[in-house]
């Protein structure tokens, strides 16, 4: 009897363990995958059968990009709009969680009330164009970082974090005199690095990784576009997973394309954009566990 | 004459005395209302204002006009809608893929969360993990671009292991296949985000009292009896507030997916209301047909959310909003 329910749990472990090795593989393939693409000799590509270690190595496909103009000002749009939309996001987010977080503040109801509203509904797509449009935000920088910059899932997570902080830190420095904003910018600021860092993490991957917002509201101002923009463009030039590089003529990225073959140019630019999250990843996942958490249980 | 006069002074001090504490709170948080009140402005200004943009889809909008302008139609642009055979498909496509989406994208993460809780090698463990999360920190465009190369007829991995194994004699065009979309979509998002939607199951789990599994160990309990009399229970009001916040989205799924990995073969499957409505808003200028696809979208959402609202409460006695 023993035995084979010792036998039972034996299996279990080899099928879990199976089971999480695939989801290992099936998760990491592709991402390697593409790094050997983006690595190796764009003709030699095109003959097929690369895995996930380049056959003749290059750096070839890299330059050719950083030729293509719109890509380089896309990259530095997409550079511009994390860093400024994540400190704005950042700041105000932590500014209302901490009036919120006070239990004294007599605002505290309808402002937190009004803020949650907003996670259950949206205007929606035609009257969100349609403001942007009277607010004459259309073609400006402007509309990747003003609209979402309070956000009110943030604010619940920031606010689930201050909340259990010790009042007793706010009192002592009341009683030195400080007013609300110091006690907020000197004592409790401090205290958030690790919630902070979470959502700092939140909004500078959805800065980063925005597309439509170019699309519908900047597509017609090269100067305006970013990486994630021109990347979908050209994987929409050369969908159905063709290598033909006649699907790519007439692109904007044609003279980048005249070297380098459009396959090895969608890899190139997808690595692009994956590495600087690659580089913040490792140092930011015991934070955003910990928000993740803490966000979701809270609301 | 005097008595009317203190009584009319005794009222107003009175009111005065009841007013004065919001006032003189209010001037005493004065910072904490600067520090609020202009990012509610804000949240005002960008989420609530679009909402006033509801009644174009009552009128037949002309951008240039003002609103006394407008010309009034009523529920014209709706009628219009619900006979329109493409918001049939459009409707048709959008419930199938958040339903497929709902039953894969709660389940799966769930059971991944149960197995990674099971690993006792702590270095594999967190491995699995780190690599899991990771998907969902890359963009949409980036995973249509893999997905699509992933598929694809030459050199895709999934089409040289289906021929590999013999399954198919040659490769399947899969981008090009409507029958396809769905599953390419529901499968693309489980990719993405299964490591993600876990975190929440496994923080729930680790806060179950290891006692119990000390408990039925000396019982002499298998592990899949633990799972199933011990983890599954420990973590069922997790499941659910998870389960009906997904039920609340399940219209609003969202379009990002459909845009990138849709093509104009597959159309009539890919085509979900977001984009629906940004083809003939935007598209074709259409303002108030568009805005009045948005409102059903949203209305439909509400009536999701309360309805599996209410079934919970009635269930549980709980309620998560």
Same mark, same amino acid.
């Given at each position: 009897m023993n035995k084979s329910k010792g036998l039972d749990d034996r299996i279990f472990d080899w099928l879990n363990y199976t089971f999480l090795t695939l989801v290992l593989i099936v998760t990491l393939y592709p991402f390697l995958n593409v790094l050997a693409i983006s690595l190796n000799e764009s003709t030699d590509t095109v003959r097929g059968g690369i895995? $996930? @270690?380049?056959?003749? @190595? /290059?750096?070839e496909n890299y330059k050719a990009i950083f030729e293509y103009d719109n890509l380089v000002t896309g990259f530095i749009n997409s550079t511009l709009r994390t860093i400024i939309g994540t400190v704005l996001g950042v700041f105000s987010s932590a500014m209302v969680a901490f009036t919120l977080s006070r =239990?004294? @503040? &007599?605002?505290r109801k309808v402002i937190s009330t009004l803020l949650v509203l907003t996670l259950y509904f949206s205007g929606g797509l035609i009257p969100g164009y349609m403001l942007m449009r009277d607010l004459h935000? $259309?073609?400006? @920088?402007w509309v990747y970082v003003l609209p979402?910059?309070?956000n009110a899932f943030n604010i619940i997570i920031v606010r689930s974090f201050m909340d259990g902080l010790p009042y007793a830190l706010q009192e002592s420095a009341k009683i030195d005199g400080a007013n609300d904003f110091a006690i907020f910018w000197r004592v409790i600021l401090p205290l958030c690095t690790p919630v902070l860092a979470t959502i700092a993490l939140f909004v500078a991957v959805g800065q980063w990784n925005s597309w439509f917002d170019t699309y519908l509201? !900047?597509?017609?101002n090269p100067s305006l576009t970013t990486l994630q923009y021109e990347l979908m463009k050209i994987l929409q030039n050369t969908t159905?997973?063709?290598?033909? =590089? !006649? =699907?790519?003529?007439? /692109? &904007?990225?044609q003279e980048a394309a005249a070297s380098v073959s459009p396959e090895s140019i969608k890899m190139a630019i997808s690595m692009v954009t994956i590495i600087p999250i690659l580089i913040v990843y490792p140092f930011l996942q015991r934070f955003f566990v910990q928000g993740m958490t803490l966000g979701a249980v809270k609301s | 004459m005097e008595s009317i006069q203190k009584k009319a002074h005794t009222k107003s001090s009175q009111a005065i005395k009841k007013h004065r504490p919001f006032w003189r709170t209010m001037k005493q948080q004065k910072y904490l209302y600067l520090m609020s009140v202009p990012f509610v402005l804000w949240v005002f200004v960008?989420?609530?204002? #679009?909402? %006033? *943009? %509801?009644?174009m889809a009552f009128q037949n909008f002309r951008p240039g006009r003002t609103f006394l302008e407008q010309e009034w139609v009523g529920l014209e642009h709706f009628i219009q809608l619900f006979q329109d055979e493409r918001f049939h498909l459009v409707l048709r496509n959008t419930l199938a893929m958040s339903i497929m989406g709902l039953i894969i994208g709660f389940a799966i993460p769930i059971l991944f969360a149960v197995f990674l809780n099971e690993i006792r090698v702590q270095a594999f463990r967190r491995t699995v993990q780190t690599v899991s999360y990771l #998907?969902?920190?890359?963009s949409w465009v980036v995973v249509a671009g893999i997905v699509t190369k992933m598929l694809s007829?030459?050199? *895709?991995i999934v089409n040289d292991a289906l021929v590999g194994i013999g399954l198919v004699n040659e490769p399947v065009q899969f981008m090009t296949k409507g029958e396809w979309f769905w599953v390419i979509v529901t499968l693309s998002d489980l990719w993405k985000e299964m490591g993600w939607n876990s975190i929440i199951f496994l923080a729930a789990m680790a806060g179950i009292d290891t006692q119990l599994y000390e408990a039925a160990k000396v019982d002499g309990a298998s592990r899949l009896k633990q799972i199933w009399h011990i983890t599954l229970p420990g973590i069922r009001p997790t499941i659910l507030v998870v389960l009906i916040l997904s039920i609340g989205h399940l219209i609003t799924i969202g379009f990002e997916k459909q845009f990138l990995l849709g093509n104009p073969t597959v159309v009539d499957y890919s085509e979900v209301l977001d984009l629906y409505a940004l083809n003939y808003g935007i598209g074709l200028g259409r303002f108030s047909y568009g805005t009045a696809i948005g409102i059903f979208n949203s209305l439909v959402s509400i009536i999701l959310l309360f309805l599996a609202n209410g079934i919970f409460k009635r269930y549980t006695n709980q309620s998560v909003m």
């Open positions: 895995t $996930i @270690f380049p056959r003749e @190595f /290059t750096l =239990a004294d @503040f &007599q605002g935000l $259309i073609d400006t @920088f979402g910059m309070v509201y !900047n597509s017609s159905m997973g063709s290598t033909d =590089a !006649n =699907a790519y003529r007439g /692109t &904007q990225a | 960008f989420n609530y204002l #679009p909402l %006033w *943009g %509801w009644t #998907p969902h920190f890359v007829i030459d050199g *895709g």
